[in-house]
């Protein structure tokens, strides 16, 4: 039984549990950037770029994996797919913004601040109304869920 748990544990959790998992990473990026009044600029500017960074690779494995797998596989969620493309590039646009400012400015942590309400807004309608019709369609979640693992772990490899 232990060996069973054990292999359990190693499994790749479904689609749905990895990018909840993203979202909640990313949540508590948001919350130490908003708690991190006292911060140096340093600080901030990194905090930002791991904020950043995490929320590019999320783009890209929901736009390159699980999007279009959406597309095949859930009905009536054209809407709510095409909305979160949108999302994604504002997200991309504000992504660029503060990666080009100087931190230490009240625009740099206003850019930090927006972009935190934007995901949140993004986060609960893919978690609220696009999830659950993904669970009620005939998507394989584990192999999906490994898809999308497998994607992110080459988007986080250093690129020499």
Request: hydrophobic share 40%; glycine share 2%.
């Amino acid at each position: 039984m232990a060996a069973r748990k054990k292999a359990a544990s190693k499994r790749t959790p479904d689609a749905i549990r990895l990018l909840k998992a993203d979202h909640a990473e990313v949540s508590a990026l948001f919350e130490k950037y908003d708690k991190g009044d006292r911060l140096a600029p340093e600080q901030k500017r990194a905090l930002a770029e791991e904020i950043c960074e995490a929320l590019t690779a999320h783009a890209r494995i929901e736009e390159e994996v699980f999007y279009p797998a959406c597309d095949e596989a859930v009905q009536k969620a054209e809407d709510l797919l095409a909305e979160a493309r949108v999302e994604h590039q504002a997200l991309k646009d504000l992504i660029a913004r503060i990666e080009a400012q100087q931190p230490g400015t009240c625009e740099f942590d206003a850019e930090v601040k927006v972009l935190g309400e934007y995901v949140k807004h993004h986060v609960k309608e893919e978690q609220d109304e696009l999830f659950p019709k993904v669970r009620k369609s005939d998507l394989d979640l584990e192999e999906l869920g490994a898809r999308l693992a497998e994607r992110k772990t080459d988007l986080e490899r250093p690129t020499d």
